[in-house]
């Protein structure tokens, strides 16, 4: 069975740093890239950023909400990822959660193209900025 | 940035009526659309992918249509577990984005 856990949530001062953990099993973790989202109280859903496998060079890519303060890693012997937040904001109060992002393609008029889904999340993790 | 604009941000139904729910996209996105359903303190379960495409085990009554900038989530026959909320997502060029999101209560 596929499974993310997040961890690591919790009451931080805005401009402290905080670091989210995601675990994976029931999968191949490393063939994946993991996709962070959050959720403001009451709000909406936010992508935040994600992380591509080692395959396709693990790079990340992030919303500019959060660019330049926010890092995503991975640690696929131990089938962890990670969630770097620095320099946090009040507006960053929020659920956060881990997905698996499943790609496929389809063809559109002449055209293909690649895409993703979000199969598998996490419980979510609260992250409370606040002094 | 694409802009996800979805309708209505909410609706009341009884148990057996059919609802849609609409996600337009500010410029085209091709089919890369999925539909999400959330329930209070959990999170999101995926319905429906590249538009149209039903996630294997979700319920037949779940239909997804459209293409480029207009995307319509369909539920024929409301049941009593489907009282969530629902949103759509673009996966077509980052930053990804959803939309408002449209909360189906119970008339």
């Known amino acids: 069975e596929v499974q993310l856990v997040e961890s690591g949530g919790g009451l931080v001062q805005p401009g402290r740093s905080l670091r989210l953990s995601c675990a994976g099993s029931?999968?191949?973790?490393?063939?994946?890239?993991l996709t962070w989202f959050r959720q403001a109280p009451g709000k909406g859903l936010e992508w935040v950023g994600f992380?591509?496998?080692?395959?396709?060079?693990?790079?990340?890519e992030y919303a500019a909400s959060v660019k330049g303060r926010f890092s995503i890693s991975r640690d696929d012997s131990n089938s962890l990822a990670y969630l770097q937040m620095n320099s946090l904001k009040t507006e960053d109060t929020a659920v956060y959660y881990c997905?698996?992002?499943?790609?496929?393609?389809?063809?559109?008029?002449?055209?293909?193209?690649?895409?993703?889904?979000?199969?598998?999340w996490g419980q979510g993790t609260l992250v409370t900025v606040s002094s | 940035d694409i802009q996800m604009t979805q309708s209505p941000s909410s609706l009341s139904a009884s148990v057996g009526e059919r609802v849609s729910i609409t996600c337009r996209a500010s410029?085209?996105?091709?089919?890369?659309l999925n539909w999400y359903q959330q329930k209070p303190g959990k999170a999101p379960k995926l319905l429906i992918y590249?538009?149209?495409t039903l996630r294997s085990g979700v319920p037949s009554r779940f239909t997804g249509s459209g293409f480029e900038t207009e995307f319509t989530l369909t539920i024929s026959s409301l049941q009593p577990e489907d009282f969530s909320t629902y949103y759509c997502?673009?996966?077509?060029?980052?930053?990804?984005?959803f939309g408002q999101g449209t909360k189906v209560e119970i008339k």
């Open positions: 992380i591509r496998s080692k395959a396709y060079g693990g790079t990340t």
């Open positions: 590249a538009a149209s």
């Open positions: 410029q085209s996105i091709s089919r890369s």
């Open positions: 029931g999968f191949t973790f490393g063939e994946y890239a």
């Open positions: 997905t698996r992002d499943y790609p496929y393609d389809y063809i559109w008029g002449t055209s293909r193209y690649i895409s993703q889904y979000f199969d598998y």
């Open positions: 997502l673009q996966t077509f060029s980052t930053p990804w984005t």
